[in-house]
């Protein structure tokens, strides 16, 4: 188990005009259901875009007496030295300069009742490669093909697409958790993998689950594949994916459309394939949003 961070709180004397101070610093908004009002005890300011937490500035007696035990580090989108003077005509002071000749470095200031904060390079400044588009991905050519080469190939498009999405993430990105839920990258993949098999291997074909699931128990833990792909590399939980539609595509390829499920429910292999392309393109834009959030990259 983990927490994460909903708020970083500063000890104040005004509130509000602190409050103004790191929303122009920072870019951060009121709470839209709860705007800062000049009569407010305490003042909130948030990320509009979700991705760090809230500051909250509470009024106290005492001024600020010796330095931070805790400051923020900004990273700006445009060059440090720029931010630096931007930030000092909000109101701030500069109390350490650690720039470099080579252009390394940063700068401590402190905000407007003395707390410090550190301007470092910008991510282009740090070499840091920017996010990429990965570009369209043309679609199978199958407009005016029968049924069932348009349902398995446009399947096989998105299933493609679900494995070019991650192929190159790093671990602790696919494992990280930016929306308020279990949701995460290697999760998403492992329930893809889990609704391969359960369609198409179990509830189509009226075959055991393969023993990959066996430690599953979704009655305890309605999300087990997503917290238990967090315990397993990336590359392991791609894999499973990719052997669970091979599974499928062995199942798919062994019946007619409109041959009849096995199993305690009564749908066909046309029904499992619609239903499979609905699913792994939801779930895909779900990837979208997560790699777009995590990292930048966008793309199909």
Known sequence: ????????????????????????????????????????????????????????FLPVPEGKTVKNRVHLDLMPDQPRDAEVERVLALGATLIDDQRKPDGAGWAVLADPEGNELCVVRSAAERGTPAPIDTGEKDMPPVRSADERTMLTEMLDWYRDRVVDKVSDLAQHRAIARPMRSESNIAGLVNHLAVVEDSWFAVRFAGQPDPDVWAAADWDVDPDWEFKEARTVPLAEVVARYEASCARSRAITDAHQLDDPARGDREFTLRWALVHLLEETARHLGHLDILREHIDGTTGE
């Open 1 to 56: 188990m983990a927490s994460r961070i909903t708020t970083i709180t500063f000890d104040c004397h005004d509130p509000l005009a602190l409050a103004e101070f790191w929303k122009a610093a920072l870019g951060f908004t009121d709470d839209p259901d709860n705007p800062n009002s000049p009569d407010d005890p305490e003042a909130l300011i948030i990320d509009p875009k979700g991705h760090h937490p809230a500051l909250l």
